[in-house]
């Protein structure tokens, strides 16, 4: 069958099939409508605040303890001894509560702009590395793959094992900076402290 035949028939039905969609008008709809308006008899119900229960506010709970970062490596830990006999941290002798500066004096907006400062910069500092680490572990890879040598590739494919190690290990800890950070956010949003005090 030729072209100009097959075509022919195609538009034929395509028209045959869009007739009868036309041929409906806006004002045809609109009384249909209309008409299956009148036939229902009630309308939905309309939920006003009459109609929910009295809910107790939520009781107060108390404040979340405040996120601790985990100590630098480059910093020496303390004998287990010196740990079991110190003070916890945040509290002085008389067991007053304390901030990390070692002072009595309440949380204020120094305080929280340092706080979220540090552990925004910790954030930042730990991305920072994850980029880096992944532009060495692709380098490593073009080279693992170009090279002949197979001593050369073992000495590659152990480098990049090891950074991708690394690398998961800072995807770990970029997680816990971020729950570190929101955990702080709400620790403040409890302690009513300003969104503003935060930025």
């Known amino acids: 069958m030729p072209l100009w035949k097959s ?17 409906q008008s806006l004002a045809d709809v609109a009384r249909k409508e209309a008409d299956r308006r009148k036939t229902i008899k009630e309308g939905g119900k309309v ?12 009781a107060s709970s108390a404040p979340a303890t405040p996120t601790v970062a985990a100590p630098d490596q480059d910093k020496p830990a303390q004998s287990e001894k010196a740990a079991q006999t110190a003070e916890p941290a945040g509290q002085e002798a008389g067991g007053k509560d304390t901030d990390k500066l070692g002072s009595t004096k309440s949380k204020d907006r120094e305080y929280w702009g340092k706080r979220m400062k540090e552990l925004r910069d910790h954030l930042d500092r730990d991305q920072t590395l994850a980029d880096a680490l992944q532009s060495r572990i692709n380098a490593l890879t073009t080279d693992f793959v170009n090279r002949d040598d197979p001593a050369k590739r073992a000495q590659i494919g152990t480098d990049r094992d090891k950074a991708l190690a690394e690398l998961d290990r800072l995807k770990k800890q970029i997680v816990d900076d971020k729950r570190a ?5 709400e620790e403040a949003r409890r302690s009513g402290v300003p969104p503003g005090w935060l930025r």
């Open 7 to 23: 075509s022919g028939i195609a538009l034929l039905g395509l028209i045959v099939t869009a007739a009868p969609t036309v041929g």
């Open 47 to 58: 939920y006003t605040n009459k109609d929910l229960p009295n809910v107790p506010p939520p």
């Open 181 to 185: 950070i929101a955990d702080s956010e």
